[in-house]
């Protein structure tokens, strides 16, 4: 037997920092223990009922005890097309959509049909945590274009320039953004997007957070600005954070015909179709009307005030007004290396694990997605536990000498 038993490519892998910070934060929960969970990126809405509804009589349809074809159900496919239309202006073909188990999966199956061992992938950080791994397992190597909060954490095609090499195959681009809530204005999408094009660079654009924009900002979505790119353009979506669907795993890629083709022959051996049911359920998600997302966004709003409000009402503590997703993304910097409590901590990791342990309060520490000396808040939560989690993080640290 080998003395390696796990394998070098997935023994690398690390968990994904948010889901064990919520995990964490849900076993004290179910321990007892009074805590504020800021960690998961998920709605705390119930799905709209008109989906649920959908999915509960496609249980009861016998059709749906089948499989799809791996690819999709054609009428899902169809829909997601005529929605990509309706949304951002981007006029693509059934054929060109890939139903997927949530945006993570269509990630997944967009580096594995792209990346050969060695291709760069330029990535802005802050970045979502889980964008490395899925490069790496596809034998890709991330080249990390740090940004910050002077450029609103926004990459400019200048940094992006200077981080090409011959090796360089793809870009993410993430817009509204998580970690940092960043919202690209439209000359910007579009000047990366003319950059892309110029040196036949594929863009996975990740537009999940589409419709969770506030304050005057707006989703625009690079393969519509830029109609060139849509030979090397990936685009990644789903209905979790729209909807309130997170638990139901549908999301999907659009790409090139010859992409589509490769990740569904890749996901045909894999998980072959999305199941069946929550495919139906998204089927009313994108065909429907936003009525329901317009209000969920309102709440996002109204949350994201107060809760950038609190944050930068701290001493020490430092946060640019969430553009878009549910995301505050503050800074920690000023607080390191200072005693609180009798603690001194060096890192946002160490502030984070103090904050849980004191103030029983869940934050995931800023290393998580390349940015030491900050942190993410989720505010997909309800109003009185934001309001009192921020007011026991500030009580916390501001016992800090
Ligand atoms: C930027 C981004 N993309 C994709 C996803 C994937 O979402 P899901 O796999 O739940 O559809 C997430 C979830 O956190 C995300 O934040």
Known sequence: MSSERISRRVGAITESATLAVDARAKALKAAGEPVIGFGAGEPD??????????????????????????????????????????????????????????????????????????????????????????????????????????????????????????????????????????????????????????????????????????????????????????????????VAKTYAMTGWRVGWMIGPADVIKAATNLQSHATSNVANVSQRAALAAVAGDLDAVELMRAAFARRGEVMHRMLTAIPGVTCLRPQGAFYAFPSFQALLGREIRGHRPQSTVELAELILEHAKVAIVPGEAFGAPGFARLSFALADDDLVEGITRIAEFVTSAA
């Open 45 to 238: 809405f119930p799905t709209p009922e008109h989906i649920v509804e959908a999915a509960v009589a496609a249980c009861r349809d016998p059709r749906n005890h089948r499989y799809t074809p791996a690819g999709g159900l054609p009428e899902l496919k169809e829909a997601v097309a005529a929605k990509t239309q309706r949304d951002s202006g981007y006029e693509v073909l059934p054929g060109q959509v890939l139903i997927t188990n949530g945006g993570k999966h269509a990630v997944y199956n967009t580096f594995q049909a792209l990346l050969n061992p060695g291709d760069e992938v330029l990535l802005p950080a802050p970045f979502w945590t889980t964008y490395p791994e899925p490069i790496a397992l596809a034998g890709g190597r991330t080249v990390v274009v740090s940004t910050d909060e002077s450029t609103g954490f926004r990459v400019s095609v200048e940094q992006l320039e200077a981080a090409r090499t011959p090796a360089t195959k793809a870009l993410v681009f993430v817009s509204p953004s998580n970690p940092t809530g960043a919202v690209y204005p439209e000359d910007e999408v579009r000047a990366i997007g003319q950059w892309a094009v110029e040196h036949g660079i594929f863009v996975m654009t990740d537009e999940i957070y589409e419709h969770l924009t506030y304050d005057g900002h707006r989703f625009t979505s690079m393969p519509a600005l830029v109609p060139e790119l849509a030979d090397q353009c990936v685009v990644v979506n789903g």
